[in-house]
């Protein structure tokens, strides 16, 4: 099983609809989660942080944790166009060192 | 956010010559920059991780004297791509890191080499 698995996609969604990312991970240690959005040609950003379960909510995104399941998503919400980008899942091995990053998953927004 | 320049943002440079690429943090010290390199519809790929003040360190298979690192201060870190050839282009990105409980890692804007 890899550290870090994501659905490379790609994952098509159309205008105004809500994307579904998902990511599940294998350390039940882990206890930071990263989302980062990578336009093609571009660097990472990173776009939202969890820590706790549950929902973390920040405009249009919400990251939600579910530890036991070892599980965590990211929910874009009313989504436009310049959300199409690949979307990269991390978990920080260790003490907050390296990042394991999940494959991505390549979105696109259909106008 | 944290802001993480990184400079050049492209070179194009003949065979053999060498390529020093800045990464510095700019509202943060950073106690450890990574850097990473990424060839097209792939994945980043950890090249080595530098600590201020300490040799860096590299991952199985990254040449540490093709690839130099020196991370002189809290911020500011640099790779020397020593006599690169056309197999070394590549995007090469940093990361910074203040080495606090959950913080994240962020991303310099990238150095896209291409050697001829």
């Known amino acids: 099983q890899k550290e870090v698995e994501q659905n490379s996609g790609p994952l098509s969604v159309p205008e105004g609809a809500i994307a579904s990312l998902n990511c599940t991970y294998s350390d039940r240690g882990s206890q930071s989660f990263f989302w980062y959005r990578q336009y093609s040609g571009k660097s990472p950003e990173l776009i939202m942080s969890i820590y706790s379960n549950g929902d973390k909510e920040d405009g249009r995104f919400t990251a939600q944790l579910n530890k036991a399941s070892q599980y965590v998503s990211l929910l874009i919400r009313d989504s436009q166009p310049s959300d199409s980008a690949t979307y990269l899942c991390?978990?920080?091995?260790?003490?907050?060192?390296?990042?394991?990053f999940g494959t991505g998953t390549r979105l696109t927004i259909i106008p | 956010g944290a802001v993480v320049s990184q400079h050049p943002s492209w070179v194009i440079c003949k065979s053999g010559t060498s390529v020093k690429i800045e990464c510095r943090s700019l509202d943060f010290q950073a106690t450890t920059m990574f850097w990473y390199r990424q060839f097209p519809k792939q994945s980043l790929m950890l090249m080595a991780t530098?600590?201020?003040?300490?040799?860096?360190?590299?991952e199985q298979g990254v040449e540490k004297d093709k690839f130099l690192i020196n991370h002189a201060s809290l911020t500011l870190s640099t790779l020397t791509v020593t006599s690169a050839h056309p197999e070394d282009s590549s995007f090469y990105i940093c990361s910074a890191f203040r080495d606090r409980v959950n913080q994240p890692q962020h991303f310099g804007d990238g150095t896209r080499l291409s050697i001829l």
């Open positions: 530098s600590n201020e003040g300490s040799k860096a360190t590299y």
């Open positions: 991390a978990v920080p091995r260790g003490r907050n060192e390296k990042l394991t």
